[in-house]
Structure formats: C-alpha cells, structure tokens
C-alpha cells in the first residue's frame, strides 16, 4: 500500500472513530417523562372486536353478575395495558406432585362457620382458579372457570409488587423507609402530606384524605370525590371529556390530610400510587419497568404479565396488573427457599415481620374492621409494607377486590394463588379468601422443612 493511501485509510478510520464517540455522547438517559411517554404509545389498545362482552364503566368494578368472570379473565381488552416482559429468561418449571386427600379436608374458622372444602369450592364454580405449592411443587391446582393460559386481573394483590419493587430500591439505597414523600414529589411542598414517611405509606397510615372505604361508598359514585378522580386518572373510570385540571399527585396532595400519621389504619389505594410514583421519581424508571427489572425477570414466568396504563401515563400499580396464576404462584415461591432466585432479601423479609399491633388495631380502622374479624381465631398481627396481613408464625396474605389472593408462608415453604370475580349477589366467591389461613395450617404443612 502506497503512503498516500496508508494516510487516507488513516484519515477515514479517525473521522470514523471521531464520529463514533461523538455519537455515543450526544445519547442520552431519556428522562422519565419520555419514557411514560414512550410507554403509552406503545401499549396494547384494546380492540372491539376482541371483546368478549360489553359494558359501560365504572360498572365493571362495582358490578355482580355472570359477565364478571369474562372482564376479569379478559380486562386487557377493555383497559389499555403495557407488557411486563419476560424477555429471554427461562421459566422455572414447577413439578407436579398432587396430593389426592387435600382437595377434600375440611375447611372452617370462627368467621366462617360452614364446613367446605377446596373440592367443593371448585365444584361450585365459587372460584376461577386456585393452585397450591409445597416444596416447589404444585399439589393442587384447578381452573374451575377460567383457562390456565389467561391473565387475570389481581386487584389489590398487585399493591404487593410496588411493596416489593420499594423493598429492592431500599436494598439499593435508592430509598429509605424513613423518607418522607416530600423528598421526591415536589407535589407535596407545603402541603400537610409533606412529611409524611414511606413506612407509614406502606402501613396505609399516611392519614390522607383521598380515602377509599368511606360511608355510602361515595368514594366510587361521587365525581368530586378524591378516590373517584384517582380511578379516572389510572383509566379505570371514564376520563373527564375535559383535561384533567391536576395531575395525579397534586390531586391526592391537594385532598389533604384526614388524621395525623401513623395513627390510624386506614386502607386506600391513593397509598400504593404515591409509592408507586415515588419509585418511579427516584428511579427515573416506569412502573411497569421496575416490574420487570426486581421481580418479572427473575422469578422464571411462564408469559408476560400487563398492568394497565392510562393517557397521562398512571400505571395500575394499586390494582390492575395482569398475569397467569401460575405465575402469580412463581412470584410467591421468589419469597421461600424453594426458589431458584429470590426476590426478597433478608432486610425485606425482615421489614414484613416488623409490623404494628397496636396500629393494626386502631379503633375504626381497617384491621379492626375486616382482618382481625376475618381471622380473629388464627393469630393475625398487623399489616406491613402492603401485605394485608401478617401472623404469628411469619406467613403473610394479600387479597384483592372480587376474590384474589396471594398467601405464602417461608417456613412451611407454601404458596396459595386464586383467582375469582363478583359473579353474584353473594360472598361466595370470597370464600377462599376467609378460609385460605385455615388450609395453611393444615397437619399436611406443619412441622415439614
């Protein structure tokens, strides 16, 4: 080769390599409000002909009847939703190892009096599908009114999942329990949420105003009502043909406060989104990623789960993730020894068992009302980093609106999903949840390591 070509073979590799490196730092970290951006126009839009019934919100979240089923089974074709991928990792088989006398023990507790059984439940369609893991293995699973292969709608078991994605960013240093919301939502400033903790947040004893379980259930009819346009904004309720005058967070921090925190137990899932939007803030990461990233990539799902996602970008982190029951077990299972990647640290772990009683029982609040009711006989503790409950012996339980539910015990290294939906006037379709902790405790699961 010629000086003048080795010269200008030189000249073309440095204005290459010049390019290259200018390339790479005019890229930059897109900012979290272009990803959301990003999120929404890529998300699944539901199509009309892929309905499998009709109906006008909201009466689809208040609503009885036969149809529920199908929206719960379904509700990807009515609410736009965005995947949480599995990518490429490989899913974690789970061996079967059914027992052939567990489906027909007798269930009952003091709430409920009438003997049944897992069996009968499933024969009565009371439920849309339960499974149950001991050891890693599935020894028990039916799919009474549903397909295995649908993703069905978690209600509040979803509030878990940012429990669980604000455990790992704690891990991280990213957060801190003791943090107030003032410290990432600029929101707040001045308002008297300012101050108030993460913990508290993950206690559902913030003390905000934009409540959710208050008399004539105005929270849901009335439209000037903070809980009501919380749910116009995650898209759950028909968005207001004009913009919305606030955005999400200055409508809750602009409800004010109802009480002090810390000092009462007061359930509402305006907690779970200012949670969820702290862990997007401080992480400039979406909802839906941090999913995918702390929990969906590790626990070796069977399929993508969806959360939905309105037009300002408010994911369903309190309520409307989407998944298979399998995997609703698999996510489960990343909390026991069983698993073969773990979800949850020994600080986590810990946080879960470090609740208060004396909170959990607040005159007029939540665990006075429902849970120490509900499980007044099986030793119910508190409630902790949005775990409904969590009992004597360390196993801890989230349910969800229709009959959705999620019960894990690391010690006795057992996981129960269900699923079900609002399919009548009755109860019956919670029958699972009142009766789940009286399976736990089954002879079949104690004492075996």
């Known amino acids: 080769m010629s000086n003048n070509n080795r010269i200008l073979l030189d000249a073309i590799i440095f204005f290459s390599l010049f390019l290259l490196i200018g390339c790479k730092q005019q890229v930059k970290e897109l900012a979290l409000e272009d990803k959301i951006r990003l999120a929404v126009e890529s998300r699944k839009v539901p199509v009309p002909n892929e309905q499998k019934v009709s109906f006008t919100s909201p009466e689809w ?3 009885r009847g036969p149809h529920s089923t199908e929206i719960f089974r379904h509700l ?25 006398t567990l ?21 009565e369609k009371q439920i849309n599908g339960i499974i149950v893991l001991h050891k890693g293995e599935i020894i ?25 994605v604000i455990g790992n960013l704690a891990d991280e240093g990213i957060v801190n329990e003791q943090d107030t919301i003032g410290k990432f939502l600029p929101e707040f400033k001045d308002k008297p949420l300012e101050n108030v903790s993460i913990e508290n947040l993950l206690r559902m004893a913030s003390g905000t105003n934009c409540r959710e379980h208050v008399k004539d259930r105005v929270s849901f009819t009335d439209p000037n009502h903070c809980f009501y346009q919380l749910l116009q904004h995650s898209a759950l309720f028909p968005e207001p043909k004009s913009a919305f005058e606030e955005n999400l967070m200055e409508l ?43 929990i969906w990539s590790k626990i070796g799902a069977e399929d993508d789960a ?3 996602l309105s037009s300002s970008g408010v994911a369903g982190s309190y309520g409307t993730m989407l998944m298979r029951l399998r995997d609703l077990a698999r996510y489960g299972l990343a909390f026991t020894d069983d698993a073969t990647t773990k979800i949850a640290s020994e600080r986590y772990l810990s946080q879960i068992n470090k609740g208060d009683k004396e909170l959990f029982s607040s005159q007029d609040g939540t665990g006075q009302r429902l849970w120490l009711k509900i499980y007044q006989d099986q030793e119910p ?6 775990w409904d409950v ?17 019960y894990i015990s690391p010690e006795k290294r057992l996981v129960i999903a269900f699923f079900s939906a609002n399919k009548d006037e009755t109860t019956n379709n919670n029958n699972i949840m009142y009766l789940v902790r009286s399976l736990a405790l089954f002879e079949h699961f104690k004492g075996e390591q």
């Open 61 to 63: 979240i208040e609503g």
């Open 76 to 100: 990807e074709n009515y609410i736009p939703t965005i995947l949480i991928e599995k990518g490429a990792t490989k899913t974690k088989e789970l061996p079967k190892n059914s027992s052939n």
């Open 103 to 123: 489906g027909q023990e007798l269930l009952t507790t003091t709430f409920f009096k009438k003997e049944t059984s897992l069996n009968e439940i499933c024969n």
């Open 140 to 164: 028990y699973e039916k799919y009474p009114d549903m397909e295995p292969t649908d993703r069905h709608f978690l209600g509040s078991v979803s509030k878990s999942f940012i429990g669980t």
């Open 252 to 294: 809750v921090a602009n409800a004010g406060a109802y009480e002090s925190q810390g000092q009462i137990y007061d359930y509402t899932s305006a907690n779970s989104v200012i949670l969820a939007t702290i862990a997007e803030r401080a992480s400039s990461k979406p909802f839906h990623e941090l999913v995918q990233e702390y």
């Open 306 to 308: 969806r959360t939905t």
């Open 381 to 386: 503790l508190f409630q902790s980093y949005h």
């Open 390 to 406: 969590v009992f004597e012996d360390g196993d801890f339980a989230k349910f969800g609106l229709g009959g959705q539910g999620l």
